[in-house]
Nanobody
């Protein structure tokens, strides 16, 4: 069974930093783009950052210059380094991966269970 497992969330003061990790496990043929999304209470889920297998990145305007996404293809893991955190970054952060579990199956989106990030003094 393929799954994405996130870790690294928590409570941090404004201006602080957190690092999220997300590891894909199970029988996986290939992983294409990986990314992070977030959902604040009462709001829709929004893209935070994505990274292709080759390392090309894309960021939401609200996090540019503060967050850095990276991945380790050998470990099937994606990271999100979050610096200069603001209260408005408070949300549940979800890992996403575009994966192909078998060579003969189509690619499909997989989601992690989410990890809470709270920025508050």
């Amino acid at each position: 069974q393929v799954q994405l497992v996130e870790s690294g969330g928590g409570l941090v003061q404004p201006g602080g930093s957190l690092r999220l990790s997300c590891a894909a496990s199970g029988s996986i043929f290939s992983i294409n783009a990986m990314g992070w999304y977030r959902q604040a209470p009462g709001k829709q889920r929004e893209l935070v950052a994505t990274v292709t297998r080759g390392g090309n990145t894309n960021y939401a305007d609200s996090v540019k210059g503060r967050f850095t996404i990276s991945r380790d293809n050998a470990k099937n893991t994606v990271y999100l380094q979050m610096n200069s955190l603001k209260p408005e970054d408070t949300a549940v952060y979800y890992c996403n991966a575009d994966m192909q579990v078998k060579a003969w199956l189509a690619r499909k989106d997989y989601w992690g269970q989410g990890t809470q990030v709270t920025v508050s003094s």
